[in-house]
Nanobody
Framework: QVQLVESGGGSVQSGGSLRLSCAISGFTYINYCWGWFRQAPGKGREAVATIDTARRAGYTDSVKGRFTISRSNTKNTLYLQMNSLKPEDTAMYYC?????????????????????WGQGTQVTVSP
């Protein structure tokens, strides 16, 4: 059984930093894509960053240069380092995993083809 458990959310002021973690267990795909998504109130879910088996990372334009996605093979953990946070980054953040290459999922902005999800962690950025 695949389980994803996020942690690290919270409230910060604009310009601050947070690091999200996602512990992934039971995931045995050889080739895969792991990612972070977010959903703000009244808005659709959007992909924030992805990373694949070869550690190739991709980011949505609004977070490039501010967020960094990484993963630890030994700990089976996915991370999202978020710097220079802005109020518009306020959202529920979800980690997700899929047994496919990220290139196959790049058009799926809302993550509807992804099968495995965490419960979410709230990030709130005040002005």
């Amino acid at each position: 059984q695949v389980q994803l458990v996020e942690s690290g959310g919270g409230s910060v002021q604009s310009g601050g930093s947070l690091r999200l973690s996602c512990a992934i267990s039971g995931f045995t795909y050889i080739n895969y894509c792991w990612g972070w998504f977010r959903q703000a109130p009244g808005k659709g879910r959007e992909a924030v960053a992805t990373i694949d088996t070869a550690r190739r990372a991709g980011y949505t334009d609004s977070v490039k240069g501010r967020f960094t996605i990484s993963r630890s093979n030994t700990k089976n953990t996915l991370y999202l380092q978020m710097n220079s946070l802005k109020p518009e980054d306020t959202a529920m953040y979800y980690c997700a995993a899929e047994g496919a290459l990220c290139l196959e999922l790049v058009a799926d902005i809302g993550g509807y083809k992804w099968h495995y999800w965490g419960q979410g962690t709230q990030v709130t950025v005040s002005p």
